[in-house]
């Protein structure tokens, strides 16, 4: 197993461009979701998806649009980059259990954007 | 809205000390959850709490969840240099899993 995997590693935009942050995971979890992590902010989420066909809103999702049309993608599309977008990205997954809560969430290694 | 916040936020301490990160939530959590965090790295979890009075240890490590005071607890036991990191917590509502800002954990030799 791969586990969760993100590309790219790092990338630099300028402001105004756009561009897609992959992720996917070969585990079959339900459960997807995108965080951001600033200095002193700690982890914030974007959007998540409970399953294929099914997304929403995080804590911070204004400039980001989703999709998940399989289970094993969620990429993240930032629609025209802002410098206040400059952070690290990091992509989760997990199970969904019975009851609908989550089991723990298994992290990618993150994608580095500057927005110049 | 759940809000979830750790106190300290940083924590310098000498090896062989005790001490104890606090995890507060606003709102009924169905689980808590505790992650590490290395510097330049990615997240791993450490402890899943899923109920009142859930205790779970690993080495040095022991995490608490209270409940009925929406309160959980990562007490380490004489530390060592190797578990200095940044520790998460993290509660959940329908859908969405959140993060606490984290404590960065300096262990001094």
């Known amino acids: 197993n791969a586990g969760v995997t993100q590309t790219p590693k790092f990338q630099v935009l300028k402001t105004g461009q756009s561009m897609t942050l992959q992720c996917a995971q070969d585990?079959?979890?339900?459960?997807m979701s995108w965080y951001r992590q600033d200095p002193g902010m700690g982890l914030r989420l974007i959007h998540y998806s409970v399953g294929a066909g099914i997304t929403d809103q995080g804590e911070v999702p204004n400039g980001y649009n989703v999709s998940r049309s399989t289970t094993e993608d969620f990429p993240l599309r930032l629609l025209s980059a802002a410098p206040s977008q400059t952070s690290v990205y990091f992509c989760?997954?997990?199970?969904?259990?019975?009851?609908?809560?989550?089991?723990?969430?298994?992290f990618g290694p993150g994608t580095r954007l500057t927005v110049l | 809205e759940l809000k979830v916040e750790q106190n300290p936020l940083f924590l310098s301490m000498q090896e062989g000390k005790n001490y104890t990160i606090y995890c507060n939530y606003s709102?009924?959590?169905?689980?808590l959850y505790w992650y590490r965090q290395d510097p330049g790295k990615s997240l791993e979890s450490l402890f899943v709490?899923?109920?009142?009075?859930a205790v779970k240890q690993e080495g040095r490590l022991m995490a608490s969840l209270d409940t009925k005071a929406r309160l959980s607890t990562l007490h380490i036991t004489a530390a060592v240099h190797d578990l200095s990191a940044t520790y998460f917590c993290a509660g959940v509502l329908p859908g969405k899993i959140i993060f606490g800002k984290g404590t960065r954990l300096h262990i001094l030799p």
């Open positions: 585990m079959n979890h339900e459960y």
């Open positions: 989760a997954s997990s199970w969904t259990l019975r009851g609908g809560s989550y089991n723990e969430q298994f």
């Open positions: 709102t009924t959590s169905d689980r």
């Open positions: 709490l899923l109920s009142n009075g």
